[in-house]
């Protein structure tokens, strides 16, 4: 059994390294085509990930505890991008609760929300939203860059901003829920053909004894 964990945990450490390659990739590309197939890539790893973590709680649940982790969302645009946090989290079975403090130090001293989202649930899926989060905060940075709007600073401006946001936001995660699905039935088609080919084994057994 201890061989059979740590080859999970191998084949694991192997998607985890090329999900991080695949998303520092996507955040170095000016093509929208090839930054959306890096991130799906890295969304089907990062399922085929939870799938092997799941197996691996299976064997011994105190491998994967129920936890949680506290993640402070930097400005700009923090209230926005908890959006995109809580979507990741939801995605991969996370809840989330958002909180703000204000704080009088920012702002140069004129003060702003400091917001911070709590995040419950298993380790593993912990691990994954550390992983994808700062890397497709990243990219959208880098895309608020091209978006315009009625005035360099203005409120059309910010207002496009934080479309941008939430439509990037959405597609993460439709994206992630559609990888997680396909892992999640790829996973179960593999232990029903396991099955069936045990069945056979013991049909044609019973068969060569008679």
Do not use: C
Not at 29 to 52: C, F, H, K, M
């Amino acid at each position: 059994m201890t061989e059979i964990i740590e080859d999970v945990r191998d084949k694991s450490a192997s998607k985890i390294d090329l999900v991080r390659k695949l998303l520092a990739k996507a955040e170095s590309t000016d093509s929208t085509a090839e930054r959306d197939a890096l991130n799906e890539r890295a969304s089907q790893l990062v399922a085929a990930y939870g799938i092997d973590e799941a197996m691996l709680a299976s064997q011994d649940e105190s491998l994967d505890k129920i936890t949680d982790v506290s993640v402070l969302l930097e400005r700009p645009f923090a209230v926005d991008f908890r959006g995109l946090l809580g979507n990741i989290a939801q995605a991969l079975h996370l809840k989330v609760v958002v909180s703000k403090r204000w704080n009088r130090d920012q702002n140069n001293g004129y003060g702003g929300w400091d917001v911070t989202a709590r995040l419950f649930g298993y380790e593993s899926d912990i691990r994954r939203v550390q992983l994808l989060y700062p890397h497709l905060r990243n990219q959208v940075l880098a895309g608020l860059a091209n978006v315009d709007g009625e005035a360099e600073y203005g409120p059309g401006q910010a207002a496009n901003k934080r479309a941008y946001i939430a439509g990037f936001a959405g597609a993460i995660y439709l994206r992630l829920n559609r990888a997680e699905k396909d892992a999640k039935a790829a996973e179960k088609a593999r232990e029903d053909a396991l099955r069936d080919q045990t069945l056979l084994a013991r049909v044609s057994d019973d068969h060569g004894a008679e």
